[in-house]
């Protein structure tokens, strides 16, 4: 039981660090997986002592348990395509790059909207995400090479390449559907399952009901997505974003 223990906070401890290079130290999901990572390894390091105080024991499988089943919700919820494609806009979120480039999670986002401009061809696609440490370029600026690189239209395409993060994402672009709109638009998110959840309960605040088309997540590093996105979303809970 000791050494399962000590493995998991080995495991949170990756999601912590993956987080603190993806996000920063100081950002909510880092210092949540770290706090985790910390209860985890002291109560593994001194199994043997805590393990006498039975109420112990019960709260850390209760939330061991309440980390899995939610994760779990995250995901089914996430699966879910509601997309009829009469939608006005599509709303693309940024995933990470890498020199320019895009990195796996957010290919399959936008690959997705390929797939979907292929149904819909007259929606306008929005990509959004900020310039992150250490590149030249933004998020939605690689993005959209993308798209018009495997044949989506540039003048289809409008760039919010400010937000850094996804409540930024969805406020800067519902700010610029705003520009373009008369009257308010059906938009379709797109991002990864393990994402959604979060992502259309804040499109759901800013402009209303919205449709998605989820993307897969790629399976190396599903774990870690879903554990930090957990603590994202008890982030939103607390304090609204």
């Known amino acids: 039981m000791k050494k399962l223990i000590l493995a998991f906070g080995v495991f949170t401890a990756l999601a912590a660090i993956r987080s603190w290079m993806v996000s920063g ?3 909510n999901n880092t210092i949540f997986l770290g706090g985790i ?3 985890i390894g ?3 390091w001194f199994f043997d002592k805590f393990k006498k105080m039975r109420w112990l024991t019960i709260t850390i499988g209760v939330t061991l348990v309440s980390l899995l089943g939610f994760s779990s919700f995250l995901g089914i919820y996430g699966r879910r395509a509601t997309a009829d494609y009469t939608e006005d806009v599509v709303l693309v979120l940024g995933g990470g790059i890498r020199q320019g480039e895009v990195r796996p999670t957010l290919q399959m986002r936008l690959d997705q909207a390929i797939k979907y401009h292929a ?3 007259s929606a306008l696609i929005i990509v959004t995400g900020g310039t992150g440490h250490g590149e030249e370029i933004s998020e ?3 993005m959209a090479r993308y798209l018009i690189q495997s044949g989506v239209p540039a003048q ?3 760039l919010e390449d400010a937000a850094y993060s996804t409540y930024t994402n969805m406020s800067y672009s519902y700010n610029l559907i705003a520009e373009h709109f008369e009257t308010p638009p059906r938009v379709v998110v797109i991002t990864s399952d393990f994402h ?3 992502s259309a309960q804040f499109a759901q605040q800013l402009g209303g009901e919205v449709t998605t088309y989820p993307a897969p997540t790629p399976w190396i590093g599903a774990p870690f997505y879903y554990l930090r996105e ?3 979303v008890i982030k939103m809970w607390l304090i609204g974003r």
Do not use: K
């Open 230 to 232: 957990v603590a994202a």
């Open 196 to 198: 959604m959840f979060r």
């Open 42 to 44: 002291l109560y593994g």
């Open 140 to 142: 939605a600026e690689a």
């Open 37 to 39: 990572t910390l209860a």
């Open 156 to 158: 289809q395409i409008l």
């Open 119 to 121: 149904s819909n061809p």
């Open 25 to 27: 130290p100081t950002n």
